[in-house]
């Protein structure tokens, strides 16, 4: 019964894979000649000898980490707070978990012009209010601003999983620990932190497979200057913009090999919690 479901997610995943792995052995100009011919691994060569290759994956590697730090932290900051009784409780964690579900184009967009914005945005008055220059976060700040913003809508993911494991935890050994005399401190260290291990894990896996083809945020806001182009954002200004889809395609296959060194490096280092 899930064969007709496999064998579409497979045609799914497999031909573009397989084109892209096509393409990247020809040069294929589609507004100067179209395919020119075989190249062999000329475009691996001259797409990893660029300047911009590895300025990129640094890039996407400090991306990747500066928002995996946020969102656990705060992640289970929130967690523990939602999982305390409060009026409206339902709707507060409806409202934590909203910005999880807007589209990556709408965020960006709301935090450049809403927020970010040098002139109109809110830190731009917050920043009037107290007597200070305003910062244009976009151009000055840049890397901690698509941070911030990319942080922002995974937060709500990770905050998700961890209220999850929380609400899992038996609340006999929170209050055994309480009648042993163990400060919240310490029954946070020694009983809520490692009961999240798991959880903690899962979160990691997963964002970081998807943050490291980040790319709305920045083409909505910086376009990849300032110091945020990405490998993703690289490998679209080989295809589109320069129109060289074979260079473009030998990016995409060195994004996928780069994916993929990250996903067994965390299965070995933090995926062994998943067994235990």
């Not at 993911?157 to 309480?178: K, N, R, V």
């Not at 919240?184 to 896996?205: C, D, G, N």
């Not at 709305?216 to 990849?224: F, L, P, S």
């Amino acid at each position: 019964m899930m064969a007709p479901a496999v064998v579409l997610l497979l045609g799914w995943m497999l031909v573009p894979l397989t084109m892209t792995v096509y393409f990247s052995f020809k040069k294929y100009l589609p507004l100067r000649g179209g395919d020119l011919g075989w190249v062999g691994f000329e475009n691996y060569a001259r797409f990893v000898g660029s300047s911009s290759f590895w300025p990129s994956v640094w890039t996407t590697l400090a991306i990747v980490g500066g928002v995996l730090v946020i969102t656990i932290f705060l992640g289970v900051l929130l967690a523990v707070l939602l999982d305390q009784p409060i009026w409206g409780q339902g709707i507060v964690r409806i409202l934590v978990i909203a910005p999880f579900f807007v589209m990556p184009t709408v965020s960006a967009l709301v935090w450049k012009n809403m927020f970010m914005d040098p002139v109109n945005g809110l830190f731009a008055h917050l920043w009037k209010a107290f007597g200070a220059e305003p910062v244009s976060w976009l151009s000055e700040a840049s890397m901690p601003s698509i941070i911030l913003i990319v942080s922002w809508q995974w937060l709500p993911f990770a905050t998700l999983i961890l209220l999850t494991a929380i609400q899992s935890l038996d609340s006999e050994q929170l209050e055994a620990a309480e009648m042993d005399g163990a400060p919240v401190l310490k029954r946070f260290a020694f009983i809520v932190l490692p009961h999240l291990s798991r959880a903690i894990t899962v979160v990691l896996l997963i964002q970081t497979i998807f943050l490291l083809s980040v790319f709305a945020e920045i083409y909505v806001t910086t376009q990849g200057a300032f110091g945020t182009k990405t490998l993703t954002y690289l490998i679209f200004q080989r295809v589109l913009e320069s129109q060289n889809v074979g260079l473009g395609s030998a990016g995409g296959v060195y994004a996928i090999i780069l994916a993929n060194i990250v996903a067994l490096f965390l299965m070995r280092i933090v995926g062994k919690n998943l067994d235990t």
